[in-house]
């Protein structure tokens, strides 16, 4: 594991309360979470992020963030590899003394929650980005995987002071809560500045350019944009797809790499590998394509080409139905449905007015409530209220810190 390389921040007096992050991977928070950071260094708050670290540390020291190395593989069920990881933690945890933990998607709520029990840290959100493959897995295996999971976060791992962080209401409901939970918070995903991802023209058409914006896995319904594409192609129209995104080798739904090149060899298709300037994607494209198979939170994918203002072909899964608007800010169709996807941009490249229309009022949609700004201070009101809230006795109240003079 690599070492930390800052001082410890224990319970001393005149020091900021610490809200500490625990994620899987140092990419995910960067490219996700950093608002969440930066809200609550606006609350004076001393922010710590716990992951493991390969390429973003910098970036993170850069925003604010103190950053503790914990090498997990969050594709690893080794029951030994997982004690260690909890080791690790729990001992990290009641060291550092957090006045919240907040745990960003289900490893780290599973791992984090039992950690923050043993380390005596009381304040905890847990923050429901998707059920992840378990999500999509309509079998036996996921109904019983998903049963154990809300066994867990609604019993053992629940106190008084627990906040559930969702990005989507069918969440909520799939975990046995309510929307009117006290517990229970729902906030616009992660959060897109409007600034940064602007509109701007559309490219002329045809063709229609489709571009899907996504880690390459099974789950997100790539080979179903793919196929959707040959199927328009074949009924004469012109329809173009470019995939941006890289496999990810940690998840079990990866696209092998000889696969994609063998899609980006056929006519109509591209593979672009992963893009470092989204916006410049969505200034060459006409709609986002995710027909995604389920286990969404809110697809910021989804946010950030509404933000640029353009029209959306997605699937009807938590997530992204919540947030695209069937007939308005694009298509929500049937999951596993590659005809659906193709007839939705046969639609689109049939007609320019609508391709336009849904775009503008996509970006109107994103401006409602699921800007980086709506999201920072929704998550204010949040550590806000668990800051003032009493801890419960008992081994699970935590020591925090004073808070500055």
């Known amino acids: 594991m690599e070492a930390d390389r800052s001082p410890p921040c224990g319970g001393g007096g005149g020091r900021a309360p610490l809200l500490a992050f625990l994620i899987t991977e140092d990419w995910f928070f960067a490219s996700h979470f950093l608002p969440m ?11 710590l992020v716990i992951t493991r670290v390969r390429r973003h540390r910098a ?31 729990s001992a990290i945890l009641a060291r550092e003394k957090p006045a919240i933990l907040h745990m960003i998607a289900l490893r780290s709520i599973l791992i984090g929650g039992f950690a923050a029990r043993r380390a005596g840290v009381a304040r905890r959100i847990f923050a429901l980005t998707g059920l992840g493959f378990l999500g999509a897995r309509r079998d036996q295996v996921g109904k019983r995987a998903r049963g154990i999971i809300r066994a867990a976060m609604r019993g053992v791992l629940r106190n008084a002071t627990t906040v559930f962080l969702f990005e989507n209401v069918d969440d909520v409901r799939r975990l046995g ?11 616009g995903g992660a959060g897109v500045d409007p600034d940064a991802f602007a509109p701007a023209p559309l490219p002329p058409q045809p ?3 489709v571009a899907v914006v996504a880690r390459m896995l099974w789950s997100k319904g790539i080979d179903l944009a793919v196929a959707a594409t040959r199927l328009a192609r074949a009924q004469g129209a ?27 060899a056929e006519p109509g298709i591209a593979w672009h590998g992963r893009s470092d300037d989204v916006p410049a994607v969505w200034r060459d494209h006409h709609v986002a394509c995710l027909p995604s198979r ?33 007939g308005i800010d694009g298509r929500v169709v049937a999951v596993d449905d590659a005809a659906a996807v ?8 049939g007609d320019p007015g609508r391709v336009a229309a849904c775009g503008a009022a996509a970006r109107a949609r994103l401006l409602d409530g699921h800007t980086e ?6 998550v204010k009101a949040i550590y806000a209220r668990l800051l003032a809230a009493p801890l419960p006795a008992g081994p699970a109240a935590a020591a925090p810190r004073s808070a500055a003079a």
């Open 342 to 349: 193709a007839a939705a941009l046969m639609e689109f490249a």
């Open 207 to 209: 063709p229609l350019k």
């Open 59 to 89: 970036v993170l020291e850069a925003a604010g963030c103190r950053v503790i190395a914990l090498e997990a593989e969050r594709r690893s069920l080794n029951p030994l590899a997982i004690a260690a990881t909890f080791a690790r933690l």
């Open 37 to 47: 950071a930066r809200a609550a260094r606006e609350m004076g708050l001393d922010v």
């Open 373 to 378: 700004r709506a999201v920072m201070d929704d």
């Open 294 to 326: 389920g286990g969404e939170g809110l697809p910021r994918t989804l946010l950030e080409a509404a933000a640029c203002g353009r029209a959306i072909v997605t699937t009807d899964v938590p997530g992204c139905r919540s947030f695209v608007r069937d």
């Open 238 to 264: 012109a329809v173009e797809l470019s995939l941006y995104g890289a496999p990810d080798p940690s998840n079990p739904k990866a696209i092998p790499e000889a696969t994609l090149r063998q899609w980006a």
């Open 177 to 187: 809560l309510e929307p009117g939970d006290p517990s229970v918070a729902v906030v």
